[in-house]
């Protein structure tokens, strides 16, 4: 129930809820670099956007690696409005998020080592969808070449990395966000709080969703990395059910690849004098 996702991952999580941490980190003020988020924000409210100013200053001042990226505003917000009325379950949540299934060891810059990882699953799991993106991916060959072309045939020279940038790294960096409407990524990430202990779950999600929209993927034609631009910013309003019997069916050819997270640090926990109730919840199928 939306009412109860707060206190549900809260628990899940096992955030330590240290108010006192949070208002010490809050206290130091906004950061330069979100003062003008407003604009960019200008269909909430002042306060809202306020909120989210101190949530990320809070989240750069405890890793200062993440002021150096654009893209954690939009990486934060879907959880911030989750947790938005709460600020240091929504800072903890956060961290926790970051910590299990960020790349804080890659930053600045994309995570090329996991985008690789993906795209070997996806080729691994959809051969024909893998192939067909890396020729989206490639560049028009010659000016008289254009979108309209449905040439098959692959330019000379891998495109790996092109798929990890164009396709994959979209994916990542707004943590599906962009590609989903908000119920939709609400119970995705309710599975994934669920299992967070299994991190790489998140790598099978990635691969879960191109799967289950490869019809329109299929469609888009080769040679025409704009056309895959354009797609990545429409919201897919896809089946989740789907998405999620994929991504659990995908979980344990994960170890059989050889592909994982690269070891992150663990969540917050609670202190030990403290620790978390008995919890029990069905938000894994909901």
């Known amino acids: 129930p939306d009412g109860e996702r707060p206190q549900i991952w809260c628990r899940l999580l096992q955030l330590p809820c240290n108010r006192e941490r949070y208002k010490d980190l809050e206290a130091a003020g906004v950061h330069p670099k979100f003062e003008d988020m407003g604009e960019k924000y200008n269909r909430h409210s002042s306060g809202t956007v306020q909120r989210l100013k101190h949530l990320l200053s809070a989240l750069i001042r405890w890793s200062p690696s993440w002021a150096e990226e654009s893209y954690l505003p939009a990486m934060a917000f879907r959880f911030f409005k989750v947790m938005g009325g709460n600020p240091t379950a929504c800072f903890e949540t956060m961290v926790a998020v970051l910590s299990i299934w960020g790349w804080t060891e890659e930053l600045p810059g994309p ?169 029990v919840t069905d938000v894994a199928r909901s």
């Open 111 to 279: 995570p090329f080592d996991m985008l690789e990882r993906v795209s070997v699953l996806l080729e691994e799991a959809d051969p024909a969808l893998h192939r067909h993106l890396r020729l989206v991916c490639e560049p028009t060959r010659s000016r008289d070449e254009s979108c309209n072309s449905r040439s098959s045939h692959p330019a000379d020279g891998g495109s790996s990395k092109r798929l990890n940038m164009a396709v994959l790294w979209p994916l990542f960096r707004t943590l599906f966000a962009d590609i989903l409407p908000v119920q939709l990524w609400l119970q995705l990430w309710d599975n994934l709080i669920l299992r967070s202990g299994e991190p790489d779950m998140m790598l099978a999600a990635s691969v879960a969703l191109l799967h289950s929209s490869r019809a329109s993927l299929l469609a888009l034609p080769p040679f025409c990395p704009q056309a895959l631009e354009e797609w990545l910013k429409v919201p897919k309003e896809l089946r989740m059910t789907e998405v999620l019997e994929t991504m659990y069916a995908l979980g344990p050819g994960l170890s059989r690849l050889g592909i994982s997270f690269v070891p992150a640090p663990p969540p917050p926990k609670r202190p030990a004098e403290a620790p978390p109730a008995a919890f």
